[in-house]
Structures are given as structure tokens and as C-alpha cells.
């Protein structure tokens, strides 16, 4: 058994401290990854301070995973040592739904296993990135071309896929009008991507603070949503809006600027059931979706499209026993765009 340095919080709003995990020893289809880098997510927080009443205490978070390969299984084909290798929010699936077979792992309707908070089928509770080490089924490592800085790759196992998929699957490109709602650690990622398929891109934020930020990223507009001419100047006009603010909007006020047949997606899990008025709908024939992350193919196909297009997330690194004040901070929005813990820092204390 591989006993390493991690950092755990054991209740809601209790400190994170030093913390050893334990490892399962290697399997024949195991990799073994040195992590390098772990990003923090806005979901570690609320389970660390089970905003869903879900934890699983000690809690080790952590799925935005970047580091390389130490290890390999006996078995294993698709990694060798050396490689530059991530883990996002899955480490299992049953791998035998319809699915799971289709490479959507990530609405598996058997036994999916997270990176963390989860019961694996050993039965332990999984524990996930902010540790030196992590084992995982090859199956669900993800290759990391060499074209992206490790600190840059950590979040896009997370923040990058859950964009990534929504613009894939309403077919963002040249020939759409794409809005982010929420311009932060997804809202970044989601700007870069749509710019990338060659989207239209506007950001709709509260503020002008991070209009620079946005445009310098590929936005081609941004406006404040604050303001009522927004919704007048840009009714009808978008073909998919990716909410990504985790608090209650007015959904029906967002549904007013989609165009015909325009879809708006929603990334996150408010604390109160979302409300829309059924006209909001009816009007343009509007949808309301939601999403999960990504597949793993999906997620390799995300990683390989970043690399070719030079996109990375945009990170302030941090050490090990800074855990907390990046949390607070996370809360009141003072980030630019998503933190990433330096796992070198991990042995500390």
C-alpha cells in the first residue's frame, strides 16, 4: 500500500491539514501519476463544506489532475513512464451501460465512481487531487500534449470539458452567436473555446471589471447585465447560452436574447429549483438544458483541441497551506480565472 502527503478537511469549515492517503497497490491496468498540479474547482468547495450534504469526511478534493505517469499496471497499453498524463471528475463507470459504451462515462446508469467523495469498488471512499500521488484505471487517464504547461492543463480536466462539451453539442462555430453567462473559472474557458470553433462570442457579467480580461481572450462583445439595455440591445439575437453563475438568475430575462430555436444551457446547481415561465419557452421555440462535464473521449478530444489552438486556463498558483484563503477567495470572486495548487508544497507541514 503507497502512503503519500495530501491535505483533508474532516467537517464544513474545518481547516484543511496534512493528511496521509493511502494508495491501492498497482494493478494490472493501473497508472500511477505523480501529480503536479491540482486545480480547485467551485464543487470542492461545496462538498467541502457539504453544500449538499453528500461528504464524505475526511475529504481529500481534487479533480482537476496534471502530473506524470511513475507507474504502470502490467497490463496497461495506453501509458508508458514519463508521460504527461491528467485525471478529471471520474476515476470508474459500470463500462457496460449503453453509455458508458458510447463513451459518455459521464451519464453512466450503474456505478460511477468520482474522483473523490465516492465509494470505489473496493468499497474505500475515493480520495482525489490535492495529494502527491493518485492510482487510477487507465481507462481514466487523459494524455497531455506537450503543447500546454501543466499549472495551464490542470483545470481544463474540469473547467475546460464542461464547456468544451455544450459548445461541441450545440455545435458552436462560424456561424453562431454564442453568450457565457458568468465570466470566472468556466466562463474564461468557455470564451477561449467558442473563439476558438470561431463563434460570435459575447459575455454577459455583472460588472465591467473583467471586459479587458474577456476581450483580450476572444470575446467579441461584452455587456453587463446589470443593465437594461442589455436585454433590449440583444434580445433575439443569440444561438446558445451557457449559463455558468452557481446562484439563481432570471432565466426567463436570458431566454429573451435567444434567437430561433437558441438553447440555454445550464452548467450549474443553485441552491432553489431553477423557474421559467412557459412563454419564455414558447417564444422562438426556446430549450433550457443541462449538462454534465464530458466523456473520456470527449475529454481527450477537448485536451488535444486546446493544444492545437494554444488554450490553457488562466491560474494563480498556490501552495498547499494556502487551501483555505483560496477558498474565501474563490467565494468573493477575487481570482483570475481558476487556482491551482503546486503539489511540490504538499510535504509541507
Known sequence: MLVVNARCT?????????????????????????????????????????????????????????????????????????????????????????????????????????????IGRDGEPTHGGYSEKIMVDENFVLRIPDGIPLQNAAPLFCAGITLYSPLRRWRAGPDSRVGILGFGGLGHMGVKIAHAMGAHVTVLDLSLAKREDALRMGADDFRVTTDPSTFVELANSLDLIISTVPGNVDLDAFLGLLALDGTLVNLSVPEKPLSVAAVSLLNNRRSMAGTRSGGIPETQEMIDFCAKHSIGAEVEIVGADQIDAAYHRLLTGDVRYRFVIDIATMANG
Do not use: W
Open 10 to 118: 474532516c467537517g464544513p469549515r474545518d481547516p484543511f491539514k496534512a493528511f496521509k492517503v493511502q494508495r491501492r497497490d498497482l494493478g494490472p491496468h493501473d497508472v500511477l501519476i505523480d501529480i503536479v498540479y491540482a486545480g480547485i474547482c467551485h464543487s470542492d468547495i461545496d462538498h467541502a463544506y457539504s453544500m449538499r450534504n453528500t461528504t464524505l469526511y475526511p475529504l481529500v478534493p481534487g479533480h482537476e489532475i496534471a502530473g506524470v505517469v511513475s507507474a504502470v499496471g502490467s497490463e496497461v497499453t495506453k501509458f508508458a513512464v514519463g508521460d504527461r498524463a491528467g485525471v478529471g471528475c471520474m476515476v470508474d463507470s459500470c463500462g457496460t451501460c449503453s453509455n458508458c459504451k458510447a463513451g459518455m462515462e459521464q451519464y453512466c446508469s450503474g456505478k460511477r465512481v468520482m474522483t473523490y467523495n465516492s
